[in-house]
């Protein structure tokens, strides 16, 4: 991503040395998952931060964990090490709680060859009093630490100093910087083991984010920005959702419960099913987050490398789909191969289209000349089937669309009048891949 040429920092260090604690202190938000075990960040997690008049790329790193602890930690390393190359400022961050590891010793000492400016953060002196015993860390060949807690925000104004002295100068450093269009935030959801990852990777055109047959391997959601013909776009590879009685790792039920906040805060969503299994109850259970948030949504069928196309009808396999999921029928779906890139581009193009359909407003006079004509052939029906006399309607907001009816009652509508009223505005109005919302006020 061409993120202006913003310089990176990038945050190292050991499991449980408080990377992502602090990397949410200097970013000024929780976006990093912070959890009492290691291992909680796998990927790369980056956001844009700022001190004074200086925007910075922020970004923290797994931690370097023994391979015996994570059968996946010589990927996360070697991501970790890949960042902290193509860095403009390293940090790398101690634990004074517990003793200095041969381990990091040469972590540290590989990563001074990379001449790449180097700040050593000593975290978790928890107290202004605490005179932490750095004598050790005098063998790394640095006399010089910042000493702060991540948590406790002590020290963390100095930091900041020392990380604003140490960006590299930038032309126009001084000028604040231009409001930019905010990135489409696309949410890629699913059931573990889809292909979220590598659907992502693809669209980025490189290996960003971890790849593993392992279930469970992304736990922290990741945003991803990409541009495509002057449109940028923040892809967030949530972790795999299933309930919680499905794992017994809480690292792996805190990134559930940030997949399924994403699901609220994402413009659009995304969910991924895999051809060789769908539509499963989990799958039905993530579609009916997604319609419950009321954000627009599409869905992309993963695999479809894997189809044998002579015995696979893609209008009998979309039938299919929304036999199961019928509660989401309005959203488009695209057949897709995060392996080849099959159509994965044209998730974008539909990403665009149903946020475009979810932002339409109608006026209020074209709103009641259609209502006129559908009331009079298709009377509304409350659910104890008496008949609603309507005087009027109109639109009350957008993302999700929604509708006040103003009649002589406010009893609700019954079901299959509210899902047939619904088509009947989806074919009217052209409204695609977004819920619709319809609510009755007494007048």
């Known amino acids: 991503m061409k993120n202006r040429k ?3 920092v990038v945050i190292l ?6 990377k992502s604690t602090l990397f949410n202190r200097l970013l000024g938000q929780k976006k990093a998952l912070v959890h009492s075990l290691p291992g909680m960040t796998r990927d790369l997690i980056t956001g844009v931060a700022r001190i004074d008049d200086r925007e910075f790329l922020l970004v923290d790193t797994g931690g370097f964990a023994d391979g015996r602890v994570d059968p996946i930690s010589s990927q996360v390393r070697a991501k970790a090490l890949q960042a902290a190359r193509s860095a403009d400022l390293l940090i790398f961050l101690f634990d004074s709680k517990r003793p200095l590891t041969g381990g990091e010793e040469e972590l540290f000492l590989e990563i001074k060859k990379y001449g790449r400016p180097l700040l050593p953060v000593v975290n978790k002196v928890d107290t202004p009093e605490t005179e932490p015993d750095l004598s050790e860390y005098y063998r790394l060949g640095i006399k010089d630490f910042i000493v702060i807690s991540a948590e406790h925000k002590l020290n963390l104004e100095y930091l900041r100093e020392k990380i604003r002295e140490a960006l590299p100068a930038g032309p126009g450093e001084s000028r604040p910087s231009e409001p930019a269009l905010a990135p489409l935030k696309i949410a890629i959801v699913g059931r573990i083991n889809v292909g979220k990852s590598s659907l992502v990777n693809r669209l980025c055109g490189e290996d960003r984010l971890l790849v593993s047959e392992i279930p469970g391997t992304t736990r922290d959601s990741v945003d991803t920005l990409i541009t495509r013909n002057k449109k940028t776009y923040c892809l967030v590879d949530t972790a795999g959702i299933r309930k919680f009685g499905g794992t017994k790792d809480s690292r792996e039920k805190a990134g559930i419960i940030r997949a399924q906040r994403n699901i609220e805060e994402a413009d659009v969503i995304c969910l991924v099913l895999d051809i060789q299994e769908f539509p499963t109850r989990q799958d039905a259970h993530i579609a009916g987050l997604a319609h419950k948030s009321g954000k627009p949504m599409l869905i992309a069928l993963n695999k479809w490398d894997l189809a044998e196309k002579q015995r696979v009808n893609p209008k009998e396999v979309q039938a299919h789909v929304f036999s199961r999921l019928n509660f989401v029928d309005y959203a488009p779906l695209v057949f897709i191969s ?9 998730i974008l193009d539909l990403a665009e289209e149903v946020h475009r359909s979810a932002s339409r407003t109608v006026e209020t006079s074209v709103l009641n000349r259609f209502w006129e004509r559908f009331s009079r052939e298709h009377p509304p029906k409350t659910r104890d089937g008496s008949t609603l006399k309507v005087k009027y309607i109109v639109q ?8 006040a009816l103003f009649g002589h009652s406010r009893a609700p509508l019954l079901p299959a009048y509210e899902k047939f009223l619904t088509d009947a505005f989806r074919r009217e109005f052209g409204f695609v891949g977004t819920p619709l919302r319809f609510y009755l006020r007494k007048s």
């Open 6 to 8: 913003l310089p990176r």
């Open 13 to 18: 260090g050991y499991p449980n040395a408080g």
């Open 338 to 346: 995060a392996l080849t890139g099959q159509r994965v581009t044209k």
């Open 396 to 403: 009350k907001g957008v993302r999700p669309p929604t509708f």
